[in-house]
C-alpha cells in the first residue's frame, strides 16, 4: 500500500512539474504581486521588464499556437502585465469569452469578459493603426505574426492552453 501511494504521489509531482509554465532566464526575476484569491491580486505585478526588451508571446490554444510579437514600446505596463501573468501560468485553462469575426478576447478567469486579475492598468494610448492582427487588453500590446488563420476560427469552446514568453 505504501509502495502504491508513493507512486500516486510522485506522479503527481512529475504531472505539476510538466505542466509548469517555463520561466525564460531574463524573466527569472518577474514576480506577482500578493495573491489574494484565485486568479486575483491586490495590484498592477511588479515591473520587470524593459521597452527595449525583444518579447514573443506563443499563445497555444485547442486550435493551435498563435504567436504575437509584444510591443513594450509602446505600452510597457501593459506588456509587463501580460509577460509576468503569463509566466506564473495565469492563462493556462481559461477560455475565450467572445469570438466573432472582427475580435476574440479571452483570458477571463469569469469567462464573461467581466473579470480579469481584480484591479486595472492606465491607458497606454499608440497612434499605431488597428489592422488585422493587434493583440490588446484595451490597450494595443502586440501584434500577431503567426498563427493567424489560428486565431480566425477560434469560438467560445476554445480554450488557452498556455502562454510561453521569448525574450531575444
Not at 484565485?38 to 525583444?54: L, N, R, S, Y
Request: a negative charge.
Amino acid at each position: 500500500m505504501a509502495v502504491l501511494i508513493a507512486a500516486v504521489a510522485g506522479g503527481g509531482l512529475l504531472i505539476k512539474h510538466a505542466i509548469e509554465p517555463v520561466v525564460p532566464a531574463a524573466l527569472a526575476n518577474c514576480a506577482t504581486s500578493t495573491q489574494i484569491a484565485p486568479h486575483e491580486f491586490i495590484g498592477p505585478q511588479p515591473m520587470c521588464i524593459t521597452a527595449a526588451q525583444k518579447l514573443e508571446a506563443t499563445i497555444t490554444t485547442s486550435q493551435g499556437d498563435i504567436v504575437v510579437q509584444l510591443h513594450p514600446e509602446v505600452a510597457p505596463v501593459t506588456v509587463n502585465n501580460f509577460v509576468v501573468l503569463a509566466v506564473h501560468g495565469y492563462y493556462n485553462g481559461l477560455g475565450f469569452w467572445k469570438a466573432e469575426d472582427w475580435v476574440v478576447q479571452g483570458g477571463d478567469p469569469r469567462g464573461d469578459g467581466r473579470g480579469g486579475p481584480g484591479y486595472s492598468l492606465p491607458d497606454e494610448t499608440t497612434t499605431t493603426p488597428w489592422d488585422p492582427g493587434p493583440t490588446a487588453a484595451y490597450n494595443r500590446f502586440g501584434t500577431v505574426t503567426s498563427g493567424m488563420e489560428k486565431a480566425q476560427v477560434l469560438s467560445v469552446t476554445d480554450t488557452i492552453l498556455s502562454v510561453t514568453i521569448k525574450v531575444s
